[in-house]
């Protein structure tokens, strides 16, 4: 239910929870905005979200708009998101020097007694300690949102299954995940990244979900781009939250037309090499306490002792997957793992 209304109003949510860190950190860090009567700070913070809101507009067309827009637009989504980490960082450290003064392990003016004077006015101590870790925090997503998504990093993992037939031996498997395409997406960088799995080479390709990010993507402009992405034995692919709440079934149909990928939804393929078998299965994306239901069934499908790829979107199917005995799986959704937060992490 609240996964479906978030996705509903993706950007009206994003505008308020950056709104929300935007008005945390200027009641931490701007004492004239500390100073203003309460219901004004109040009304500040409706404020930055319609601003948030009208800079997120920008991007609920493909159609680029001139750069006088488009840009302060891009820093003002930057701003919001390097603002939410700002103020989590700022909220977990001020939440732990309230416990250690509870437990008494500061002074009572450093700690509970002086938040309780004035909120957000937390003494210099803290401030020393934890204007560093919020700048820190601030900086990384700000740097990742606007530059830091372009630095490519391929990991290379040797995979051992036991009993794994002589064919299958060596079979090299590129695993993607998130592309997210739609206007907030970089095609140069999309096609950089794709680039780069082709010179790798591979023997598969297994695309673990999230491939379009809002409804608004325009379908017939980025998905042709994905037929740049060749393997030997072909190309297998999820479908993830985003693509869920986009229409799974308008991109599954998408990707058969303009890729020669093959899309699973809660179904099997077999790759034949050397005349050794290899299931290839692909788990529909449900919602996160459903995320498993299909699994039962789909292992159902094999029904012989040939090895298998589980392919997911979310990683917490990891551990039902591996109690059944399926030797490798492959997710996505945590965009490598720098928002993943048990459970389910």
């Known amino acids: 239910m609240i996964d479906r209304l978030l996705f509903s109003q993706f950007f009206v949510s994003l505008a308020i929870a950056w709104a929300v860190g935007e008005w945390i950190l ?17 009304l500040a913070l409706p404020a930055m979200a319609a601003l948030n809101r009208l800079a997120a507009s920008v991007f609920e067309r493909e159609s680029r708009l001139p750069a006088l827009i488009d840009r302060p637009a891009r ?8 603002a939410c980490a700002g103020a989590g960082a700022f909220l977990v450290l001020a939440g732990a020097w309230i416990v250690i003064g509870i ?3 500061l002074p009572a003016e ?6 309780a004077r004035e909120p957000f006015a937390l003494p210099p101590g803290f401030q020393i300690l934890a204007l560093p870790v919020v700048a820190l925090a601030m900086g990384s997503v700000a740097h990742g949102y606007l530059r830091g998504y372009r630095r490519l990093v391929v990991t290379r993992l040797d995979v051992p299954i036991p009993g794994l037939p002589a064919p299958l031996a ?6 993607l995940s998130d592309f997210h395409l739609g206007p907030l997406a970089d095609r140069s960088a999309l096609r950089e990244a794709l680039a780069r799995v082709t010179a790798l080479e591979p023997d598969l390709v297994c695309v673990t979900g999230d491939i379009i990010d809002t409804p608004v993507a325009d379908l017939a402009s980025w998905v042709p781009e994905l037929a740049a992405v060749t393997a030997r034995y072909g190309v297998f692919a999820v479908l993830g939250n985003h693509d869920r709440h986009a229409d799974a079934d308008k991109i599954a149909a998408a990707l058969r037309r303009w890729t020669p990928w093959r899309v699973l939804r809660d179904e099997r393929a077999v790759v034949e090499v050397g005349g050794a078998q290899l299931h290839v299965l692909g788990l529909e ?3 996160r306490v459903q995320a498993a239901d299909g699994l039962p069934r789909l292992l159902a499908t094999l029904g012989s002792a040939a090895p298998a790829i589980l392919l997911v979107h979310r990683p917490n199917v990891f551990t ?3 109690a059944a005995g399926v ?3 492959l997710a996505g959704h945590t965009h490598g793992g720098q928002g993943s937060t048990p459970p389910g992490s």
Request: with cysteine; proline share 12%; net charge positive.
């Open 110 to 115: 450093a700690g509970v007694v002086a938040v």
């Open 75 to 82: 820093v003002i989504m930057a701003g919001g998101f390097a």
């Open 320 to 322: 039902p997957a591996a």
């Open 285 to 287: 994306d449900r919602p």
């Open 170 to 175: 060596g079979l090299r498997v590129v695993h």
């Open 26 to 42: 200027a009641c931490w860090l701007v004492p004239s905005f500390r100073a203003l009567p309460p219901a004004l700070q109040l």
């Open 103 to 105: 437990l008494g392990g």
């Open 327 to 329: 030797p490798l799986v």
